[in-house]
Nanobody, 117 residues
Framework: QVQLVESGGGLVQPGGSLRLSCAAS????????MGWFRQAPGKEREFVAI????????NYADSVKGRFTISRDNAKNTVYLQMNSLKPEDTAVYYC??????????WGQGTQVTVSS
């Protein structure tokens, strides 16, 4: 079992920045693909970013490319999402996920990000 706890969300003005953290416990995250997803009110949960294994291969949704950066610190068992140039459409609950194929997966409880002036 892996327990995930997100933090770092909050209210920020358009153009601002936030850094989300996802602290894992139970198992080392180096064995998992770690990802961030988000869900806006009335919408389905969508992929934001992923970082794979210990090699640090990353992939991003087109909507956040060039603005968001995912990183991992295996020693701290933590994954981060640095979000810059935030837009109102980035407003959502952000969730962390640990995944190991084929079917092992865990979700955090989410952290609210609100981008508004």
């Amino acid at each position: 079992q892996v327990q995930l706890v997100e933090s770092g969300g909050g209210l920020v003005q358009p153009g601002g920045s936030l850094r989300l953290s996802c602290a894992a416990s139970g198992r080392t995250i180096s064995a998992y693909e770690m990802g961030w997803f988000r869900q806006a009110p009335g919408k389905e949960r969508e992929f934001v970013a992923i970082i794979k294994w210990s090699f640090g291969i990353t992939n991003y949704a087109d909507s956040v490319k060039g603005r968001f950066t995912i990183s991992r610190d295996n020693a701290k068992n933590t994954v981060y999402l640095q979000m810059n140039s935030l837009k109102p459409e980035d407003t959502a609950v952000y969730y962390c996920r640990a995944h190991r194929p084929p079917a092992e997966g865990y979700w955090g409880q989410g952290t609210q990000v609100t981008v508004s002036s």
